[in-house]
């Protein structure tokens, strides 16, 4: 009977220590599929991270490149836009230079057409004045050829330095600036006041022979 209970005993351990063995592997069993249902996840989360990455920057770069068009386009639009108001520019700045040559070409024909009048009528005046000198200077040499000898030398004395100032006055004419109205009076007023004073002279030289006749 010993014996028997023995055996049953041992049994019962062994029943007990295979019980714990298979518990043993179980639990390895399963923490062994959590660590490969853990892995399978890890797997598809960075599958799925790489998916998403690459559709990501797929993305990207389409827009990237659409932007670079956008870019393209609008600095090709602008480039011709400022190329057309440029050529424009030039354009309108050719016809207004044009029209301001036609004007100055026309001012400076109307002005040559001024010197010309101006100039003939200084001349015409000049003249004038010019004869009306040289008809007194005759009258008071005639009336010298008469006077006694110290009178008409004193006469001929004062007509000569009469005569060399009116050939300045005349040499003026050439060389005077007639670009102006006013540049015409104010010679004409220089002129006429020189030449008044020549005919003073010329007259102050005639009463002396009469004086001493």
């Keep these: ?3 028997i209970r023995r055996v049953l005993i041992v049994a019962a351990m062994l029943g007990s220590a295979a019980a714990c063995n298979r ?3 179980d639990d390895q069993q399963k923490a062994a599929e959590a660590q490969q249902e853990a892995n399978q996840d890890i797997r598809e989360a960075n599958k ?3 998916e998403t990455t690459v559709e ?7 827009k990237s490149q659409e932007a670079r068009q956008d870019y393209d386009k609008a600095l090709a639009d602008t480039q ?3 190329g057309e108001a440029q050529a424009e520019a030039r354009k309108e700045g050719a016809e207004a230079q044009a029209n301001a040559n036609e004007e100055i070409r ?3 024909r109307d002005a040559r057409k001024n010197i010309t009048a101006n100039n003939e009528e200084l001349r015409d005046w000049g003249q004038k004045k010019i004869d009306s000198l040289n008809d007194k200077m005759d009258d008071t040499r005639a009336k010298a050829q008469v006077a006694k000898p110290a009178a008409r030398a004193e006469v001929e004395a004062t007509l000569t330095e009469v005569e060399t100032s009116r050939d300045v006055i005349v040499s003026d004419f050439a060389t005077v600036d007639t670009k102006t109205e006013k540049a015409v009076e104010n010679f004409k007023d220089k002129v006429d006041k020189r030449i008044d004073q020549l005919s003073d002279r010329v007259d102050t ?5 009469d004086d001493k006749k």
Excluded: D, Y
Excluded at 56 to 62: H, S, T
């Design 1 to 3: 009977m010993q014996n």
């Design 80 to 82: 011709q836009k400022v």
């Design 106 to 108: 026309e001012a400076n």
């Design 56 to 62: 990501a920057r797929k993305e990207l770069a389409e």
């Design 205 to 209: 030289a005639a009463k002396r022979l």
């Design 23 to 25: 518990s043993a592997v």
């Design 48 to 50: 799925e991270a790489a």
